[in-house]
């Protein structure tokens, strides 16, 4: 609630002084305030409409989805935030001999629409920055509704104190009462600068630097006023992770001493241009660091994967099994049974399908083989019938009418599924089914059964890969897949947005050298606080654009 009272106060009351100001200059001269009454009316509809809207889109989204609208109107919100924070602290002396030269020139145009337009982009701009900041303030509350009441009163007070400073019966200082409420803006944007993060993280675009930092679970108990202040106003969770914490230092330190530091003691064009060239070529060299010295992610293959068969959980060793790369260079895997010869499966990219194994996403071949054999046992009694197919005798068959003996035909069919994931062997599994045709023994035809899984002879048993190692593997695929997302992190975006910010500062920087080499009074007259000479840069261009 006192997160929202505070962006609704210093919002409200920076609209209300605009339009304070604007109706004062015209009240001086005269003229009517209809137009404008009807442009600052038309601003706070929309500005409604807008946080309205962008409220229903984000509920008629998948759960995914909204988190990454949220993500998006945090950031959103902090770059809001901060500009505005840095616009009045800088600007608030001359706002209103801004406006009234603007107020002046609408009138000299004679136009009522023009102060309607006026006012209404003036209102219209601080409308819009409220909805964003406080639609993402709110999905960070814990309450809507005293996060919703919050706003109402800041709104209320800052109508109240605008009439206040127009009727001529309140005054404030305002460049220490933005420069006090611009401070605490500043912790809540940092705040929402770890919400965006987090945001980003469960909607699926941030994987990278998700680790524990501390647990503050015993000072942000739910229910205290720690968890209300801590937790609801600054937005610092229970358990903030690496990349969030990061995010808020490295927001809170720089935007707040940018606004603390004294104005005497600022350095001059000139020295502030080159201090940030040398800003950005500090950016430039840990981008490049970050991109060629983070180490690459990598797997450590198990030369040897041993192999099991039996009816025991952790089966009995049964030989090993070896990928290696073919001539070709797609893999194959060696299959070496004890007491057998070993057997080459090709596992080309044609031939593997996508699928997924134990939550891994992974590509498997299957291999189908059928044999013949003649010397497991040609020739079976009925008791060995009846045990080969798990205790009982099979459909068909008798003890009066089929004493036995019987000759017996294997069928035996192996299918064997391998899986691969990041070029380590995650899964391999053989499955053999045996099917005997008995004849003779008193069969008029001959008859079929399979042969049950716990009577299959050791030499055709099936075999699979070592649970121990399975568990291994799947382990170890996880945490590459982690490493991958930490170096892509890392080594790529993070590198790229400092060198984005370091051609940034070094663009503004060499623009004032310019300015300086080309004028030298310019750059120092438009520097000064308090000249007459209004400041004229990327904020203030496009506050004079919407006033």
Known sequence: MLATFVIGLREGLEAALIVGIIAAFLRKNNTGLRAMWLGVALAVILSVAVGVGLHLVEQALPQARQEGMEAAIGCLAVVFVTGMIFWMNRYAAGMKRSLEAEAAQALGRGSAYALAGMAFLAVLREGFETSVFLLATFSAAQSAFTAAAGAVIGLLVAVVIGWGIYAGGVRINLSRFFRVTGLFLILVAAGL??????????AGWLNAGQQSTVDLSWLVAPGTVQSALITGVLGIPADPRRIEMIGWLAYLIPVTLCVLWPASRRPTPRLAAWLRLAIAAALGMVALALATLYPNPHTQLVPQVPLVTGRASAGSPAGTAQLSPASDGSPVLTVSLDGARATALPLSDKAGRPTEHDGVAALVWVFTDTSFP??????????????????????????????????????????????????????????????????GGGLQTPRSFSVSDGAIPRPVAGWWVSPAYRDHAIAG???????????????????????????????????????????????????????????????????????
């Not at 600068?193 to 469960?202: F, G, K, N, Y």
């Not at 994931?421 to 045996?434: C, E, I, K, T, Y």
């Open 374 to 439: 003649s010397n497991i046992q040609p020739d079976l009694t009925l008791d060995q019938v009846a045990a080969l197919a798990g205790g009982r005798i099979p459909v068909g068959l008798s003890r009066a009418r089929n004493p036995g003996p019987f000759a017996a035909d294997w069928s035996i069919t192996h299918s064997t599924r391998v899986w691969i994931a990041d070029g380590v062997l995650l899964d391999a599994a053989d499955r053999a089914v045996v099917v005997v045709t008995l004849s």
């Open 193 to 202: 600068v770890i919400t965006s993060l987090r945001a980003a993280h469960e």
């Open 477 to 547: 695929v996880n945490a590459l897949a982690a490493a991958r997302d930490q170096h892509g992190f890392w080594a790529r975006q993070v590198p790229v947005a400092l060198a984005a910010v370091a051609l940034l500062l070094a663009a503004f920087a060499g623009r004032t050298l310019i300015r300086l080499r080309c004028d030298p009074e310019a750059v120092t007259s438009t520097s000064t606080p308090g000249s007459d000479r209004q400041p004229v840069g990327p904020h203030q261009g496009a506050r004079n654009a919407a006033t």
